[in-house]
Protein backbone atom coordinates (compact mmCIF):
# COMPACT_ATOMS: atom_id res chain seq x y z
CA UNK A 1 0.00 0.00 0.00
CA UNK A 2 1.07 3.59 -1.10
CA UNK A 3 2.18 5.93 1.94
CA UNK A 4 -0.51 8.72 2.07
CA UNK A 5 2.58 11.21 0.57
CA UNK A 6 2.35 9.26 -2.54
CA UNK A 7 -1.22 8.92 -2.80
CA UNK A 8 -1.32 12.72 -2.32
CA UNK A 9 1.37 13.50 -4.68
CA UNK A 10 -0.51 10.75 -7.32
CA UNK A 11 -4.07 12.99 -6.68
CA UNK A 12 -2.23 16.39 -7.17
CA UNK A 13 -0.74 14.94 -10.46
CA UNK A 14 -4.57 14.68 -11.60
CA UNK A 15 -5.57 18.23 -10.95
CA UNK A 16 -5.49 20.08 -14.31
CA UNK A 17 -4.76 23.57 -13.62
CA UNK A 18 -6.80 26.03 -16.04
CA UNK A 19 -4.95 29.26 -16.61
CA UNK A 20 -7.66 31.98 -17.08
CA UNK A 21 -10.73 30.68 -16.01
CA UNK A 22 -13.89 31.39 -15.36
CA UNK A 23 -11.97 34.84 -15.90
CA UNK A 24 -8.34 36.59 -16.54
CA UNK A 25 -6.22 36.12 -14.03
CA UNK A 26 -7.68 33.23 -11.96
CA UNK A 27 -6.07 29.66 -11.98
CA UNK A 28 -8.75 26.87 -12.24
CA UNK A 29 -7.81 23.80 -10.32
CA UNK A 30 -10.19 21.29 -12.16
CA UNK A 31 -11.41 17.89 -10.07
CA UNK A 32 -12.74 16.32 -13.16
CA UNK A 33 -9.58 14.84 -13.73
CA UNK A 34 -9.49 13.19 -10.72
CA UNK A 35 -12.95 11.69 -10.52
CA UNK A 36 -12.29 10.35 -14.32
CA UNK A 37 -9.29 8.63 -12.89
CA UNK A 38 -10.49 5.64 -10.86
CA UNK A 39 -7.19 5.37 -8.49
CA UNK A 40 -7.36 8.93 -8.17
CA UNK A 41 -10.94 9.28 -7.45
CA UNK A 42 -10.38 6.24 -4.60
CA UNK A 43 -7.74 7.92 -3.23
CA UNK A 44 -9.90 10.52 -2.32
CA UNK A 45 -12.70 9.04 -1.04
CA UNK A 46 -10.40 6.46 1.04
CA UNK A 47 -8.83 9.80 2.73
CA UNK A 48 -12.05 10.84 3.32
CA UNK A 49 -13.41 7.49 4.66
CA UNK A 50 -10.40 7.25 7.08
CA UNK A 51 -10.89 10.44 9.07
CA UNK A 52 -14.99 10.59 9.12
CA UNK A 53 -16.29 7.55 9.99
CA UNK A 54 -19.77 8.11 12.09
CA UNK A 55 -21.04 11.11 10.07
CA UNK A 56 -23.62 12.04 7.94
CA UNK A 57 -22.71 13.97 4.65
CA UNK A 58 -23.78 17.40 3.07
CA UNK A 59 -22.27 18.17 -0.21
CA UNK A 60 -22.39 21.35 -1.39
CA UNK A 61 -23.72 21.80 -4.58
CA UNK A 62 -22.31 20.86 -7.68
CA UNK A 63 -18.86 19.09 -6.90
CA UNK A 64 -19.24 18.92 -3.41
CA UNK A 65 -21.97 15.94 -4.74
CA UNK A 66 -19.18 13.84 -6.73
CA UNK A 67 -17.16 13.30 -3.38
CA UNK A 68 -20.03 13.39 -0.96
CA UNK A 69 -22.12 10.80 -2.35
CA UNK A 70 -19.81 7.70 -3.04
CA UNK A 71 -18.23 8.75 0.62
CA UNK A 72 -22.18 8.32 2.01
CA UNK A 73 -21.86 5.05 0.42
CA UNK A 74 -18.78 3.50 1.65
CA UNK A 75 -19.61 5.21 5.19
CA UNK A 76 -23.04 3.53 5.01
CA UNK A 77 -24.39 7.19 5.61
CA UNK A 78 -27.04 9.39 5.07
CA UNK A 79 -26.52 12.34 2.40
CA UNK A 80 -27.68 15.69 2.22
CA UNK A 81 -27.50 18.17 -0.92
CA UNK A 82 -26.82 21.80 -0.19
CA UNK A 83 -28.28 23.62 -3.58
CA UNK A 84 -28.38 26.83 -5.15
CA UNK A 85 -32.36 28.29 -4.81
CA UNK A 86 -34.98 26.56 -6.04
CA UNK A 87 -33.71 23.36 -6.90
CA UNK A 88 -34.69 21.49 -4.06
CA UNK A 89 -38.62 20.56 -4.35
CA UNK A 90 -39.96 20.36 -0.55
CA UNK A 91 -39.63 22.93 2.44
CA UNK A 92 -35.69 24.48 2.54
CA UNK A 93 -34.16 26.25 5.09
CA UNK A 94 -32.09 28.82 3.02
CA UNK A 95 -28.66 30.83 3.91
CA UNK A 96 -27.54 33.93 2.58
CA UNK A 97 -23.67 35.12 2.77
CA UNK A 98 -21.47 37.59 1.49
CA UNK A 99 -19.17 37.24 -1.57
CA UNK A 100 -16.74 39.77 -2.97
CA UNK A 101 -18.81 41.31 -5.37
CA UNK A 102 -22.52 40.98 -3.45
CA UNK A 103 -24.58 38.26 -2.29
CA UNK A 104 -25.23 34.43 -2.61
CA UNK A 105 -27.91 31.99 -0.88
CA UNK A 106 -27.59 28.22 -0.54
CA UNK A 107 -30.78 26.34 0.57
CA UNK A 108 -31.17 22.31 2.27
CA UNK A 109 -34.77 20.38 3.09
CA UNK A 110 -35.81 21.91 6.31
CA UNK A 111 -36.03 18.01 6.82
CA UNK A 112 -32.87 16.99 5.64
CA UNK A 113 -30.97 16.46 9.44
CA UNK A 114 -32.52 16.64 12.61
CA UNK A 115 -31.03 17.37 16.27
CA UNK A 116 -28.28 15.13 17.55
CA UNK A 117 -26.92 14.03 13.64
CA UNK A 118 -23.24 14.53 12.83
CA UNK A 119 -22.77 15.83 9.66
CA UNK A 120 -19.36 16.20 7.37
CA UNK A 121 -19.62 19.13 5.08
CA UNK A 122 -18.21 18.49 1.98
CA UNK A 123 -16.89 20.62 -1.21
CA UNK A 124 -14.28 19.79 -3.49
CA UNK A 125 -11.90 22.89 -3.18
CA UNK A 126 -11.79 25.59 -0.45
CA UNK A 127 -11.33 29.22 -1.08
CA UNK A 128 -12.48 32.14 0.50
CA UNK A 129 -14.62 29.85 2.90
CA UNK A 130 -18.13 31.98 2.44
CA UNK A 131 -20.35 29.05 0.75
CA UNK A 132 -19.08 26.44 3.37
CA UNK A 133 -19.67 28.60 6.31
CA UNK A 134 -23.29 29.47 4.88
CA UNK A 135 -23.98 25.22 4.44
CA UNK A 136 -22.39 24.76 7.90
CA UNK A 137 -25.08 27.30 9.47
CA UNK A 138 -27.63 25.32 7.85
CA UNK A 139 -26.87 21.96 8.77
CA UNK A 140 -26.78 23.96 12.29
CA UNK A 141 -30.41 25.53 12.00
CA UNK A 142 -31.15 22.11 11.69
CA UNK A 143 -30.33 21.01 14.78
CA UNK A 144 -27.80 18.73 14.06
CA UNK A 145 -24.10 19.14 14.73
CA UNK A 146 -21.38 19.60 11.89
CA UNK A 147 -18.47 17.75 13.02
CA UNK A 148 -16.12 18.78 10.46
CA UNK A 149 -16.03 20.72 6.74
CA UNK A 150 -13.75 18.90 4.22
CA UNK A 151 -12.46 19.29 1.29
CA UNK A 152 -9.87 17.51 -1.76
CA UNK A 153 -8.05 20.92 -2.74
CA UNK A 154 -7.53 24.22 0.05
CA UNK A 155 -6.08 26.92 -1.32
CA UNK A 156 -4.16 28.82 1.32
CA UNK A 157 -3.78 32.17 0.64
CA UNK A 158 -6.95 32.92 0.19
CA UNK A 159 -7.56 32.45 4.07
CA UNK A 160 -11.08 29.87 4.15
CA UNK A 161 -9.54 27.97 6.33
CA UNK A 162 -9.84 30.67 9.26
CA UNK A 163 -13.15 32.01 8.32
CA UNK A 164 -14.35 28.35 8.73
CA UNK A 165 -12.33 27.72 11.96
CA UNK A 166 -13.83 30.95 13.36
CA UNK A 167 -17.29 29.66 13.07
CA UNK A 168 -16.42 27.07 15.30
CA UNK A 169 -16.00 24.15 12.19
CA UNK A 170 -12.57 21.68 12.17
CA UNK A 171 -11.49 22.24 8.47
CA UNK A 172 -9.71 18.80 7.07
CA UNK A 173 -8.01 19.28 3.24
CA UNK A 174 -6.24 16.52 1.14
CA UNK A 175 -4.02 18.85 -0.82
CA UNK A 176 -2.96 21.94 -0.14
CA UNK A 177 -1.69 24.79 -2.65
CA UNK A 178 0.30 27.73 -2.33
CA UNK A 179 -0.68 29.28 -5.78
CA UNK A 180 3.23 31.19 -5.75
Known sequence: ???????????????RE???????????????????DAKAFNMCIDFLYEKFKDENIAGIESRGFIFGAPLACK?????VT??????????????TYDLEYGTDTIEMHADAVKAGDRVLVIDDLLATGGTAVAACNLVKKAGADVVASAFIIELDPLKGREKIEASGVNVVSMLNYDLD
Do not use: S
Open 1 to 15: MMTDVNNFQYVREHV
Open 75 to 79: LKAGF
Open 18 to 36: VPDFPKKGILFLDVTTIVK
Open 82 to 95: VRKPNKLPADTIKE
